[in-house]
Structures are given as C-alpha cells and as structure tokens.
C-alpha cells in the first residue's frame, strides 16, 4: 500500500506516502539525494524510493492483484527495482527508462507486481506496470498512482488497491490552486495515510527548490527537510 503524486501548478511538487508491514527501513540523506532504503534478507539495503539533485523521484507501489505477466519471459527482461534504483542513483535517465519500456521487457520479482511513477526534473511522468504496458505523461498538470494498476482500474478488486486514496488524491489535486505548494502535498499525504498497514514515511520533493521534506510514522508536526547540491 502506498500513494504516489505529481503536481505540476504553478511549480513540480512530488509526494510519496510509503506504507508497509513489518519491514525495516530507514530514511538516508546524501548531498545529492535522499532516500527510503528498505533491508531485504538477501540484497542488504536497498535504495528503493526517493529523490536525487538532477531532479528525478521514484515511487514503486506495489501493484493489487498479483498478475503473472509481471514474472520476467526472458533473460532480457530488466527488473523494474534495478530500473528504478538506477534511476535514482544517476546511473540511467527517465529518458532511457521510456525507451526501454518502448521497446523491451520490464519485469518484476517473483510473485509480486512492483509498478512504477518516475518523474523528472520538468515534470514528466512515467508510470510502468511489468507485463501490462507504460504510460508517459509530458508534464501533467498532475498523476496520481496507488496500488491498482491504471491499466486496469477497478475492473478486479483487491482490499489493498487503493481506490479511495486514489480518488481522494485526484480530488484534491483538482481542487488545488496555482500556487499548490509542499505544505498542500502535505495534507494530501496526510487525507491518504494508512494505519492498518501503516504509513511509516511521507516524503515531498518541491523540484524547484532542490528540496525534500519528510516525516515518519505520521508525525507530521515533526517535518525534516534537506536541500540536495546539484
């Protein structure tokens, strides 16, 4: 569970509410990126979700249900978490991702769909679902992605999709002013966090500024904030 947004009003505004269960993470900061690193038993810690100084944001929600097609159909295939940690770590660019998603294979881990909204400095949006297709958005004047796939919509139910985060965020990003700003992704994040499985970061990245402002646990009078060097 987890909800994804990019606002383009008067200026690119990124959120992120990261929800998850019994999983170790930690928020780490670097001069030209902050991140959500998540232990896996195998990988150690992995960079997963975040933003970086050239001005990028990868958010991965898990995709309900399970679809089979995400599974890789070949050794070609790209894994869609190595796609994105490449991406946020400077070692590829949206760019190259769309490319990729234009013309091979992206796929996710076994038994579970991981999709993708990937946005750039002039916000640009890519939304990827492994197995179902792509979507790029030029400078939308919003996007919203939580854990139902766009392909599909509500046409196959899972308690865990999201569609009441995903309408509630839409509505207020409709309703947004101009002058929408990082304390109105805020109360977005806020309207969309989960408790049953907990929403354990918020994370806002206003791209003009080069500056990401996160809090944890839903403490949300206790905001930190970091300013990335490009």
Same mark, same amino acid.
């Given at each position: 569970m987890c909800t994804s947004i990019v606002s383009n009003k008067g200026k690119t505004i990124v959120g992120w509410n990261l929800d998850i269960l019994d999983m &170790?993470? @930690?928020? $780490?900061? &670097?001069? !030209? *990126? $902050?991140? +959500? /690193? +998540? @232990? !896996? /038993? *195998?990988e150690g810690w992995l960079p997963l979700f975040g933003a970086n100084a050239r001005g990028d944001f990868v958010a991965m929600p898990t995709c309900w249900p399970y679809d089979g097609r995400s599974e890789a159909k070949s050794p070609d295939c790209r894994n869609i978490i190595m796609l994105d940690i490449? =991406? =946020?770590? #400077? *070692?590829?660019?949206? &760019? &190259? +991702?769309?490319r990729t998603a234009e013309n091979g294979c992206i796929c996710s881990v076994e038994g579970v769909t991981f999709q993708a909204q990937l946005s750039? @400095?002039? %916000?640009? $949006? =890519?939304?990827?679902?492994? #197995?179902? %297709?792509y979507i790029y958005k030029e400078r939308p004047e919003y996007s919203v992605l939580t854990n139902f796939s766009p392909f599909k919509g509500d046409s196959e139910k899972h308690p865990w999709m999201g569609l009441d985060r995903y309408e509630k965020a839409t509505d207020m990003l409709k309703a947004a002013r101009d002058d929408f700003d990082v304390k109105d992704c805020f109360e977005i994040l806020k309207s969309t966090a989960q408790t049953a499985c907990p929403t354990v970061v918020s994370m806002v990245f206003d791209v003009e500024a080069n500056t990401v402002c996160w809090c944890e646990n839903r403490r949300w009078e206790n905001i930190r904030k970091k300013q990335m060097c490009r």
């Amino acid at each position: 569970m987890c909800t994804s947004i990019v606002s383009n009003k008067g200026k690119t505004i990124v959120g992120w509410n990261l929800d998850i269960l019994d999983m &170790e993470y @930690r928020v $780490v900061t &670097e001069d !030209d *990126k $902050v991140y +959500i /690193a +998540i @232990r !896996d /038993a *195998k990988e150690g810690w992995l960079p997963l979700f975040g933003a970086n100084a050239r001005g990028d944001f990868v958010a991965m929600p898990t995709c309900w249900p399970y679809d089979g097609r995400s599974e890789a159909k070949s050794p070609d295939c790209r894994n869609i978490i190595m796609l994105d940690i490449d =991406l =946020l770590t #400077g *070692k590829t660019t949206l &760019e &190259e +991702i769309k490319r990729t998603a234009e013309n091979g294979c992206i796929c996710s881990v076994e038994g579970v769909t991981f999709q993708a909204q990937l946005s750039d @400095r002039d %916000g640009n $949006v =890519l939304q990827i679902v492994p #197995g179902q %297709g792509y979507i790029y958005k030029e400078r939308p004047e919003y996007s919203v992605l939580t854990n139902f796939s766009p392909f599909k919509g509500d046409s196959e139910k899972h308690p865990w999709m999201g569609l009441d985060r995903y309408e509630k965020a839409t509505d207020m990003l409709k309703a947004a002013r101009d002058d929408f700003d990082v304390k109105d992704c805020f109360e977005i994040l806020k309207s969309t966090a989960q408790t049953a499985c907990p929403t354990v970061v918020s994370m806002v990245f206003d791209v003009e500024a080069n500056t990401v402002c996160w809090c944890e646990n839903r403490r949300w009078e206790n905001i930190r904030k970091k300013q990335m060097c490009r």
